[in-house]
């Protein structure tokens, strides 16, 4: 039996979604726990995208496969009675043996959320990105337009990106602002590892006017990681909402508004 869950999570006391040596702090390793205990059999996990450290999610997608048989209050509620605060699970679903909560999705959505003033905040620090320097949204919403469609985002994703291809087709390039708060929103069919932290560091340095928006544009030309600006902090990213097709109709919650 193939189980798909909704999980949510604060990433500050993690360092980042993918299990790793013994002792290390990981999404996926109090998840997976969590659901052992309910189970009381091994469980291993597969995400829709792996997520950095400090990074958060609104709605991450894994599916596990389990031979034990337990209702959906078991694998949600069951679950979180033995997860840190830090994670939630929202949903659980049964799903078809081909579905795969990372080769079916058709899109990821980020948001990368920047408070915008002159001091830092004592009370979202760690959720969101302080930047001092005053932004120009149309300046960063003009240079967003350069990165639509499909292209090499050579130049934006880490050095160490192990991803066979730097292709990836971005469909939505979004900034604005609500009073303090900026917002990057892209959706992309998937990301290279930092590629939206790299565009946010472009973005940043293009609203606060050290750059031209025709720079964004330039930087993706060269395919040269070393011609960008700096890697925006993780603190502001959350990733928000992975999509699938209609053939697996999951339970999603949709872009929540718990936090922006």
Known sequence: ?????????????????????????????????ALSRVADAS??????????????????VVHF???????????????????PAAVSVLWSQPVSED???RFSATARRYRYVVLNRPVRSSLV???????????DVARMAEAGRHLLGEQDFSSYRAAGCQSNTPFRNVTRLDVSRDADLVFIDIEANAFLHHMVRNIAGVLLDIGAGEREPDWAREVLEARDRTVAGVTAKPHGLYLRRVDYPETFPLPQL???????
Do not use: K
């Open 1 to 33: 039996m193939r189980i798909a869950l909704g999980v949510e999570y604060d990433g500050r006391p993690f360092r980042g979604w993918q299990l790793q040596e013994e002792g290390v702090p990981t999404v996926q390793g109090a998840l997976q726990r």
């Open 43 to 60: 469980i291993e996990l597969v995400c829709a995208g792996r997520t950095d450290a400090g990074v958060h999610a609104l709605e991450q």
């Open 65 to 83: 496969d389990t031979e034990v048989a337990r209702p959906e209050r078991a694998w949600v509620r069951g679950t979180n009675s033995h997860l």
């Open 254 to 260: 949709g872009d929540t508004r718990l936090l922006w």
């Open 125 to 135: 620090g760690g959720r969101v990105t302080w930047e001092y320097r005053p932004l």
């Open 99 to 101: 579905f795969h909560a």
